[in-house]
């Protein structure tokens, strides 16, 4: 029987770059904590120690959750979906498990307003759009939302978490995603850039929002400086 191989369950399916989706609920709640993603070497420590270890991707190496905040995600049952390529982790948190010191990493509601912005930044996708190139109107959709959100202040809402944190708050997390922004470009993976320089972009117009600021004026400031 090979390594990938499970008693009564389907082999093991790591994807082409050796990895492992793996969904952690907590044991006694049924409630979704995270999704990260194992090697082999990460699954073995997590079965060998009884508690969760993950592959970094964006950092490239091996982590155990908890590592630096003592918040240990200790191994209660672990199951393998009908396919064998998603591992689903029954866990017991020993504190929150999302680093914003949520219980969960899931705590975006995608409610109306949000469901519009999304379906706005879809549109813009080429596979999806018509051919003519993504332009402004996304990034005006996305802020209108984060506008909304601070004049209404729903509950639960990250951006009036971050609203609420001030200046302070929001400086730190553009900090933190400009730093995603450099390990993406240096793992030279597109996706991955994309991906996290969205997510600076988005903290960004947090930050306009709470300095008075909107995407116009940033627009006037490219220009003036064409010209």
Request: with cysteine.
């Amino acid at each position: 029987m090979s390594a990938d191989e499970t008693h009564g369950a389907p082999p093991l399916k790591f994807d082409a770059q050796g990895l492992l989706p793996a969904v952690v609920q907590d044991a006694a709640t049924r409630q979704v904590l995270m999704v990260g993603y194992m090697n082999r070497e990460a699954l073995r420590r997590t079965l060998a120690t009884g508690r969760v270890w993950f592959w970094s991707r964006s950092r490239g190496r091996l982590w155990q959750k908890g590592e630096t905040s003592g918040h240990y995600l200790h191994v209660r049952a672990l199951h393998l979906d009908c396919d064998g390529d998603v591992l689903l982790v029954e866990a017991e948190p020993a504190g929150p498990t999302c680093h914003t010191g949520a219980v969960s990493c899931f705590f975006h509601a995608l409610d109306a307003p949000a469901r519009a912005a999304v379906l706005a930044a879809l549109a813009a996708d080429s596979a999806l759009a018509e051919p003519a190139a993504p332009d402004g109107r996304v990034v005006e959709a996305l802020f209108a939302v984060i506008q909304q959100r601070q004049r209404e202040r729903p509950e639960g809402s990250y951006v009036v978490r971050l609203l609420d944190g001030g200046v302070d708050r929001i400086a730190k997390k553009i900090g933190e995603e400009a730093t995603e922004v450099v390990i993406a470009a240096k793992n030279g993976a597109p996706a991955e850039i994309t991906w996290e320089v969205a997510d600076l972009w988005f903290h960004t117009l947090v930050l306009l929002a709470a300095s008075g600021l909107s995407p116009a004026d940033i627009w006037r400031e490219l220009e003036r400086r064409r010209r």
